[in-house]
């Protein structure tokens, strides 16, 4: 079973330009999660999606958005890029809530 | 809202000497999962516990589940080099249909040979 993906793996972006984060879970799971992650701060919950449906939001500005497709594909944007949203993005993907995550390699974004 | 607190941040231990890292939620949770990521890559699931007073091991690995189900520790024994990374746990809890899954803010793990 091929793993968790996404795309692009690096990305460098200026101040105030705005990105577009891609994540195809593994075949069968319906959840998708996104975290945030950067050194000291550990795995921020930024939000669940569950069949199309966001489910559970974390304290993130509304700059971070995301939606899930109907093949329980998920994309995260955020707009208006400010110097710290330089981090790691994970995705994680899950068969429901309560089972364990299985994550992606992240997409290191570098915002200049 | 469901908190996580994970202590120590960061432990530097001489190869084979043991290490623990401890878990403790403000709500009692559904079940509670052990992550961990080397450098420079992503968490990896290890294992989950999901009865009061469970205690699971693999090799050199204990994780328990305390009584309340509110905290949880994972213990290495003996460690390796091959150890060396960060430990999250994730506490799984909240009421009516939906749960809600909370990081700890992980343990750096550091193992001097």
């Known amino acids: 079973k091929a793993g968790v993906t996404q795309t692009p793996r690096y990305l460098i972006k200026t101040r105030g330009q705005q990105v577009t984060l891609s994540c195809s879970p593994i075949?069968?799971?319906?959840?998708v999660s996104w975290y945030q992650q950067t050194p000291g701060q550990g795995l921020q919950f930024l939000f669940e999606y569950f069949s199309e449906t966001q489910r559970n939001k974390g304290n993130f500005p509304g700059r971070f958005s995301g939606r899930q497709f109907s093949n329980s594909r998920s994309e995260m944007n955020v707009s208006t890029l400010e110097l710290g949203d330089s981090a790691l993005y994970l995705c994680?993907?899950?068969?429901?809530?309560?089972?364990?995550?299985?994550f992606g390699p992240g997409t290191r974004l570098t915002v200049t | 809202g469901q908190q996580v607190m994970q202590i120590p941040q960061y432990q530097h231990v001489q190869e084979g000497e043991d290490f623990t890292t401890y878990c403790n939620s403000s709500t009692t949770l559904s079940n509670i999962q052990w992550y961990k990521q080397r450098p420079g890559g992503h968490p990896v699931f290890l294992i989950q516990l999901v009865k009061s007073g469970e205690v699971k091991k693999q090799k050199r690995l204990t994780f328990q589940f305390g009584e309340a189900k509110k905290n949880s520790s994972l213990h290495i024994t003996a460690t390796q080099t091959t150890d060396v990374g960060t430990y999250f746990c994730a506490g799984v809890g909240g009421s009516g249909g939906y749960q809600k899954v909370t990081f700890g803010i992980g343990t750096k793990l550091q193992v001097i040979p």
């Open positions: 994680a993907s899950s068969s429901n809530s309560i089972k364990e995550q299985y």
């Open positions: 075949s069968g799971h319906r959840s």
